[in-house]
């Protein structure tokens, strides 16, 4: 499996199914901004209150071919065998199809997943392991803290601001200090380091070298 992340912001999501296991495949679309249908006579309640909150579209009877021709992803989640199999068939093979129970039938599965803002670790056994895969997941999350969420942001800001503002030949070294260690846990730092850069830009000093 070659391993990708992809933009789905308006994208024809079409999830059949709506008990537990489509729940969980829904939970990790509901903030990606897809728009997602969700296909079932029945629906778990934090479905329905999806719906309700104009986050997805629920479609309340069972899956038919002419709901998946426009979807830009499938996900097959529904409590039978057979008509999981029969969603993957009717896909085309421009579409990505997961399918919950027989992930072979598919062209894509879904990692475990650690989110710390823009930081997204993905971890896959390739359907080997689950359980291990969700082993490795709570290793992660406890190894990666929330910190590093305010922390790639403070990144994010200030790469932007060395590859507009500071010439060719400063700013490898200024974006490898970025990295350094010290400044995950300390908020204080990173704001005083960007306000630096700043500084060096208003004053016309972006060739000089900036201090610990």
Same mark, same amino acid.
């Given at each position: 499996?070659?391993?990708?992340?992809?933009?789905?912001?308006?994208?024809?999501?079409?999830?059949?199914?709506?008990?537990?296991?489509?729940?969980?495949k829904i939970?990790?679309?509901?903030?990606?901004e897809?728009?997602?249908?969700?296909?079932?006579?029945?629906?778990?309640?934090?479905?329905?209150?999806?719906?309700?909150?104009?986050?997805?579209?629920?479609?309340?009877?069972?899956?038919?071919?002419?709901?998946?021709?426009?979807?830009?992803?499938?996900?097959?989640?529904?409590?039978?065998?057979?008509?999981?199999?029969?969603?993957?068939? %009717?896909? $085309?093979? +421009? &579409?990505?199809?997961?399918?919950?129970?027989?992930?072979? #039938?598919? =062209?894509?599965?879904?990692?475990?997943?650690?989110?710390?803002?823009?930081?997204?670790?993905?971890?896959?056994?390739?359907?080997?392991?689950?359980?291990?895969?969700?082993?490795?997941?709570?290793?992660?999350?406890?190894?990666?803290?929330?910190?590093?969420?305010?922390?790639?942001?403070?990144?994010?800001?200030?790469r932007?601001?060395?590859?507009?503002?500071?010439?060719?030949?400063?700013?490898?070294?200024?974006?490898?200090?970025?990295?350094?260690?010290?400044?995950?846990?300390?908020?204080?730092? %990173?704001? $005083?380091? +960007? &306000?630096?850069?700043?500084?060096?830009?208003?004053?016309? #000093?972006? =060739?000089?070298?900036?201090?610990?």
């Amino acid at each position: 499996m070659y391993p990708i992340h992809i933009n789905l912001t308006g994208r024809k999501v079409v999830v059949a199914g709506g008990g537990l296991v489509a729940f969980r495949k829904i939970k990790g679309l509901i903030n990606e901004e897809a728009k997602i249908t969700v296909i079932s006579p029945v629906v778990v309640n934090e479905i329905q209150e999806w719906h309700a909150e104009q986050k997805l579209i629920w479609i309340e009877r069972k899956v038919v071919r002419e709901d998946l021709v426009e979807a830009f992803l499938i996900v097959a989640a529904t409590n039978c065998t057979e008509s999981n199999s029969w969603i993957a068939e %009717q896909a $085309s093979p +421009k &579409q990505l199809v997961n399918v919950a129970d027989q992930p072979h #039938l598919g =062209n894509f599965i879904v990692p475990s997943v650690v989110k710390r803002g823009k930081l997204i670790l993905s971890v896959s056994t390739s359907g080997a392991s689950p359980s291990l895969s969700k082993s490795i997941k709570k290793e992660l999350q406890q190894k990666y803290s929330e910190d590093y969420e305010s922390y790639l942001d403070f990144l994010f800001e200030c790469r932007s601001i060395i590859k507009k503002e500071f010439p060719q030949n400063c700013r490898k070294a200024l974006i490898t200090k970025l990295t350094d260690q010290s400044f995950l846990y300390d908020e204080e730092k %990173q704001r $005083s380091y +960007k &306000q630096e850069l700043l500084k060096r830009i208003e004053h016309n #000093l972006v =060739n000089e070298p900036i201090n610990e």
